[in-house]
């Protein structure tokens, strides 16, 4: 028999069993995430730091930061453990987060503020950082819109979807490509008017998929303290929010699977 | 090759000279013109346009058009610190309600702006083949025209400045720009080799002859009267110098 190429990986001895989403007549917020605290999932906010001692924020799992380092192969140089928040945007990212999902287990990914130098390098090496030490959901409220990184984060988030890592990104604002928002397995979000943490809105033209809280709303900052602002980047970690409690209900989803019911339990679906 | 090398040494130090020449619209007037034009959409009281530096190590206030407008030009702002810093950081645009609410915060825009605005929007200037800088929108009016739309509107804007600003930096850089797409097209490696390294070495404009080259192009822009009365004018100085040099 001659068989094509990959043919095999479908062979009884090397196809192996996949958890049946059992799903119910109609998919509810009941089931999909009530209840769900965040707990047992990772999630990394690849921003700018994050202050732990911010009374929103509260204690997290853990913390890596990226710099530009041309002298090195990679061109990175990690640096591991304890970090503040340069900006307070990090900060608010996982602020939003907090509120969503308690208990989930929250990683500053650092990648912003050391130098502009390299950017592009640094994001990435965060993200391959993310995708090699289990997260279970990354939260990207930032972007690049030079095309030279296309591939680089193109590649990355094709291996993210195949290890069930689930990336959520926010589009930038002008209209033009950024990436990795850009991506189909990538949950982008930009912001829309309503101000309740849990509602969201599904847009099934691109560039953006998914529409959250994001415009004159109160997020933490620096220092303690809070500030009233506007932004796609806020609007990312409300979606992220309600991936960390669905996959603390349903561990065994896929990107996609999230995907559909993020769909089904939007806002303006029915 | 040393002959041709020192040839096209020249040659590129002339097209790097006369790039301003060809530059298409006077481009601090063009990014000045922005300014005033989202400053006036937005009944702001100020606008301003902050460009990375070469190191991209700070961002520098370029233009401003209303309150602060003085203190405000060639301002400099650590990329790793306030929202100037965030915004060619990160890529995303941001708009503050009320920034006073953060004294920390509150210092950083002060830092970058002059004064402490109470609201503010800032959107990153970037094209597909990088970042540029950042546009501020400082205390909008509530009636503004904009209201509402202001990200997207704003977005437009930084569009068009991010544009004008690469047009006028390839013009600028022309000769590096020309001797490097020469290098890699031609089939002699020895002229590419040369071609190429010419490409990389810095090549700073002769201030005068660039100078000269910019006054060609705002006189090109101006009507044929200005134009034939400033030829004439150079025509006869140049009639001058080359009798001064035939007598010494």
Known sequence: MVKPAWSWQFDADHLPRVPKLKLPNEITTDWAWSGGTGAGVKVAVIDSGIDASHPAVGKIAGAVAFEHDPESPEGVKVIEGAHED???????????????????????????????????????????????????????????????????????????????????????NVDSPSYPSLYASVLSVAAHGGKDPFKFDYNPAPPVEFGAPGIDIEVPWLNGGTIEATGNSFAAPHITGLVCRMLSKHPQLTPFQVKTILHSLADNAG | MANSDEILKQVAQLATDLGPALTPTAHDELLRSIAEAARRIFDANACSLALLDEEQENVVFHVAAGYGEEQVRGLKVPVNQGIAGWVVTSGQPIAIS???????????????TGYVPKAIIAMPLETERGMIGVIEVLDRGPSSFAAGDDMEILGLFANQAALAIENSRVFTRLGQTLFEAAGKSTKDKDLQRSLLRIAEEPSEPNAELAELAA?????????????????????????????RRRRG
């Not at chain 1, 907090?98 to 990435?124: C, D, M, N, Q, Y």
């Open chain 2, 98 to 112: 009320d920034v006073s609410k953060d004294p920390r915060f509150a210092r950083h825009v002060a830092e970058s």
């Open chain 1, 86 to 172: 340069l900006f307070g945007h990090g900060t608010a990212c996982a602020g939003i987060i907090r509120h969503a999902a308690p208990e989930a287990e929250i990683f500053s990914v650092r990648v912003l503020g050391a130098r502009l130098s390299g950017k592009g390098v640094v994001f990435a090496a965060g993200l391959r950082w993310a995708i090699d030490n289990g997260m279970n959901v990354v939260n990207m409220s930032l972007s690049t819109g030079k095309r030279d990184y296309f591939d680089l984060f193109h590649e990355l988030a094709d291996e993210a979807y195949f290890r069930r890592v689930v990336l959520v990104s926010a589009v930038n």
């Open chain 2, 215 to 243: 006054c060609f192009n705002e006189l090109a822009a101006e009507g044929p009267a200005e134009r034939r009365g400033a030829t004439q004018l150079i025509v006869q100085f140049l009639t001058y110098v080359r009798s």
